[in-house]
C-alpha cells in the first residue's frame, strides 16, 4: 500500500524549491500569494531566485541542499517545485530521505519532477502530487480548474476528473494505483533505481517539444522494457509542440501511440488533461484511481 | 578544429573464437545470455569476390543514392546485393516495418551474403529489431555496418550473440565524385574495406588537454548514446563492464548530453569500464537565456571523476566526415598518454 502523506490544514507551510531550472522570484509572486489566500503559509527556498548564472536554479549542491532542507523541516507540509527544466537526476542519487519516510510530506510539480515521483514511488511507496507548478498561477491561471484541482488535492479531496472521449480511445474500465509523468523522464529513467514498476497500474504519459520520430522511440523503449504490456490502463494526456524532421514522420504523436498499444486490451484514453499546457489536473501518484473510458466521456476517479 | 589524424593497420587472421570478459552486472532483464558470457563470434574476413548487401533497416534511400558507394565497393573487388527495401518509402522509412525487417531478415538468413551494409541510420530499426530471428545470422556469421540508428542493431548483436560487427560510415556519407573526395572522407572510407578485409585497426589522435591518460583493454563497445540511453532496460542493452565504450551523438543539447551521461551513470555503464573514448559530439547550441553553463569536457568529466580508465575526447568517431570504421565487440586496447591517444584492436 502506498503511503499518503498527511493532507494540508490552514496554516500548514508549503515550501517552494526550484531543484532543476532557474526561476526569478517575481515569476512565483501570484502563486504565492495565492497560497496565503488558500490559508497556507509559505516558505521560500534559496534556489528560488537567487544570482544562478545559468540554466540551474543553482549548484547541485545549492540544489540538494534547499531540496533537503525542506525535506527535513519538521514545520514544512507540503513542497511545491517552483519549475521543472533539466536538474534532478543530477541530485537524485544524493537526496536523504530517511526524515521524508518517517514524516511523508506532499511533493508537488510535474516535468523534470517526474524524477521525484518515480524515484519516490519506486523506493518509498510514498503518494506526491503530479500537478501543476509556480508559473501556471500566473495570467488568471490561478482561477482555472486545473490550479484548483492541486488546492482540492492538498485538502484531501478525492479528485474526480472527466474529459471528452477521442477516436483512438480504447473503452472499459481500469483499477489501479496511478503513476507516470513526463514520458522523456520515465524513458530516461528506465534502468536506473529510479525506474518505476508499472505492472497492474494505470500510466500517464505527456511530453512537450519531442520530435514526432522520439516519441516514437520512447514508447518503443516503454514497450521493449515490458512497461506497457501489464498495465491496468493507458492514460495518454497531452503531447504538445511536436516537431518533425526535414522528411515528414508521416503520423501525428496520437497515432505514433495508438499503433504501439495497439496489441494491449486494456482501456486507453487520449487527450487527457494532462500536459504542459494549462490543461492539467493535479494527479496522486501512487494512488488508487478508477479510470472509465466510455462511449461519452472519460472519467478518473479516486 | 583542424585535428590530423594518422591510421596505420596490421594485417590480421581470419575467423577467430574467443571467451572474453566476466558479467559482473545483473540489472538486465530475461534475456538469453549476456554478451560477456557468450563465445565471441568473428565473422569471416571478406575476400575479393564476397558479396556485400545493402538493406535500409532504418530510413529510406533511392539506388541512384546509393550508386557511388556501390561503385567505390565494387571497385574493391566485392559483389553487391541490393535489397528490396533500396529505394521503398513509407514517409521516412526505407519501407514498412514489415518490409524492412524481411529484408534484412533475407540477409541474415542468405548464406552467400559475407556482410550487410546498412544504407543510411535515421530511425526505424528499434521498429524491427524484435521481429529478427537471429539464427540464420549465427550460422552463417556475416559483418553488420552502419552506425546512428543501426547502433540498436550493434548492441542487439553485441548482447545477444556476441558478435562483433562494424561502426562505420553507410552508403548516405559517400562521396558523389570519389576522385574528389576529401582526404578525411576517403581515408574514413577506405577504413571500412580495411576492417572488412581484417586488417587491425589502429588509430591514433593527438592529445587533448582534458584528457585522462591510462591503458585499459576490453571488447569495445558503443556507438549513438541517445540510441543506448533508449535501449535500457530492453533485450538490446548492452552491459559495459569490462569493456572500452565509445559514444558519439548530434543534434543534441548540451543538457540533454548531460541527461544521457547520468543515464550511463544510473544505470551502471560507468562504473566498470576499462576505458572511454569520447567521439563526435555536434551540440545544438543553448536557447537564450537558457545557458547551461558546462561543455561537453566538464560533463563527461564530471561523470567519469569517480573512476580511474582512460578517457579521450575528439576522437574520429561520429556524425561527422572523420568517421572511422570500428570493430564492435572486438578486443582494443586504449592508451591515453601526454602526447596522444590510440585505439588498436588487439588479439
Given at each position: 500500500m502506498t503511503k499518503l502523506p498527511p493532507y494540508l490544514r490552514p496554516g500548514d507551510t508549503i515550501g517552494i524549491v526550484c531543484p532543476a531550472g532557474y526561476m526569478p522570484l517575481e515569476k512565483a509572486q501570484t502563486c504565492i500569494q495565492t497560497l496565503q489566500e488558500w490559508g497556507y503559509r509559505v516558505r521560500i527556498g534559496n534556489t528560488l531566485g537567487g544570482d544562478s548564472p545559468n540554466y540551474f536554479s543553482g549548484t547541485d549542491e545549492q540544489r540538494l541542499a534547499d531540496l533537503q532542507t525542506m525535506l527535513d523541516a519538521?514545520?514544512?507540509q507540503a513542497i511545491l517545485c517552483g519549475r521543472g527544466g533539466y536538474g534532478l537526476t543530477r541530485i537524485i542519487d544524493r537526496i536523504d530521505f530517511s526524515t521524508f519516510k518517517k514524516q511523508p510530506k506532499w511533493i508537488i510539480g510535474y516535468s523534470d519532477i517526474t524524477v521525484l515521483h518515480a524515484h519516490i514511488h519506486k523506493n518509498y511507496k510514498t503518494a506526491t502530487l503530479h500537478s501543476p507548478m509556480a508559473s501556471a498561477f500566473n495570467d488568471e491561471g490561478y482561477r482555472s480548474e486545473y490550479v484548483e484541482s492541486l488546492w482540492q488535492a492538498l485538502e484531501g479531496k478525492k479528485a474526480r476528473y472527466e474529459c471528452p472521449v477521442h477516436p483512438y480511445d480504447k473503452k472499459g474500465t481500469a483499477i489501479g494505483e496511478l503513476v507516470g509523468g513526463n514520458l522523456s523522464l520515465l524513458a530516461h529513467m528506465i534502468g536506473t533505481d529510479s525506474d518505476m514498476k508499472t505492472k497492474g497500474k494505470i500510466l500517464f504519459l505527456e511530453d512537450v517539444g519531442e520530435y514526432l520520430y522520439n516519441i516514437d522511440r520512447m514508447f518503443y523503449q516503454l514497450k521493449r522494457s515490458g512497461k506497457l504490456d501489464k498495465l491496468a490502463g493507458l492514460i495518454i494526456g497531452g503531447f504538445t509542440d511536436t516537431k518533425d524532421t526535414t522528411r515528414p514522420y508521416g503520423s501525428g504523436a496520437y497515432e505514433i501511440i495508438r499503433d504501439v498499444v495497439q496489441e494491449y486490451d486494456y482501456p486507453v484514453c487520449f487527450g487527457?488533461?494532462?500536459?504542459?499546457?494549462?490543461?492539467n489536473y493535479a494527479l496522486k501518484v501512487g494512488v488508487g484511481h478508477k479510470l472509465k473510458v466510455g462511449k461519452h466521456k472519460v472519467t478518473l476517479e479516486e | 578544429m583542424n585535428r590530423k589524424y594518422f591510421l596505420s593497420s596490421i594485417l590480421g587472421i581470419g575467423t577467430t573464437v574467443s571467451t572474453l570478459g566476466v558479467s559482473r552486472r545483473k540489472a538486465l532483464p530475461e534475456l538469453s545470455g549476456a554478451s560477456s558470457e557468450l563465445p565471441l563470434i568473428t565473422p569471416a574476413y571478406l575476400q575479393a569476390g564476397d558479396t556485400i548487401g545493402i538493406t535500409c533497416p532504418a530510413g529510406a534511400i533511392t539506388l541512384k543514392e546509393i550508386e557511388p558507394a556501390m561503385q567505390l565497393i565494387q571497385s574493391w573487388g566485392f559483389r553487391i546485393k541490393v535489397g528490396e527495401t533500396v529505394g521503398k518509402k513509407d514517409f521516412t522509412f526505407g519501407g514498412t516495418d514489415a518490409e524492412r525487417a524481411a529484408d534484412m531478415q533475407q540477409m541474415m538468413d542468405d548464406p552467400s551474403l559475407k556482410a550487410i551494409l546498412c544504407a543510411r541510420g535515421g530511425y526505424g530499426s528499434v521498429h524491427i529489431i524484435d521481429r529478427l530471428d537471429l539464427a540464420g545470422l549465427t550460422r552463417h556469421p556475416k559483418w553488420v555496418i552502419g552506425f546512428s540508428d543501426i547502433t540498436v542493431i550493434l548492441c542487439h548483436l553485441h548482447r545477444n550473440l556476441n558478435m562483433a560487427a562494424i561502426h562505420s560510415k553507410m552508403c548516405?556519407?559517400?562521396?558523389?565524385?570519389w576522385s574528389k573526395a576529401e582526404p578525411i572522407q576517403a581515408e574514413s572510407i577506405l577504413s571500412i574495406r580495411q576492417a572488412l578485409a581484417g586488417e587491425k585497426m589502429q588509430y591514433s589522435i593527438p592529445r587533448d588537454d582534458k584528457n585522462r591518460t591510462g591503458i585499459g583493454e576490453g571488447p569495445l563497445v558503443g556507438g549513438n548514446l541517445k540510441t543506448i540511453e533508449t535501449l535500457s532496460g530492453t533485450r538490446s542493452d548492452i552491459d559495459t563492464t569490462g569493456k572500452i565504450l565509445f559514444v558519439e551523438d548530434t543534434g543534441e543539447y548540451l543538457y540533454s548530453i548531460d541527461r544521457m551521461f547520468w543515464n550511463l551513470e544510473r544505470t551502471g555503464?560507468?562504473?566498470?569500464?576499462k576505458g572511454l573514448v569520447v567521439g563526435g559530439f555536434k551540440t545544438k547550441p543553448d536557447d537564450p537565456g537558457d545557458?547551461?553553463?558546462?561543455t561537453l569536457y566538464d560533463i563527461v568529466l564530471d561523470r567519469v571523476k569517480g573512476y580511474t580508465y582512460p578517457v579521450c575526447f575528439?576522437?574520429?568517431?561520429?556524425?561527422?566526415?572523420?568517421n572511422f570504421a570500428l570493430k564492435n565487440g572486438m578486443s582494443h586496447r586504449l592508451t591515453v598518454d601526454g602526447q596522444k591517444a590510440t585505439l588498436e584492436e588487439i588479439m
Open positions: 519538521e514545520d514544512v487527457f488533461p494532462v500536459s504542459h499546457e494549462k490543461e | 548516405n556519407s559517400f562521396p558523389d565524385d555503464k560507468l562504473s566498470g569500464l545557458d547551461f553553463g558546462r575528439g576522437f574520429p568517431v561520429g556524425h561527422q566526415k572523420n
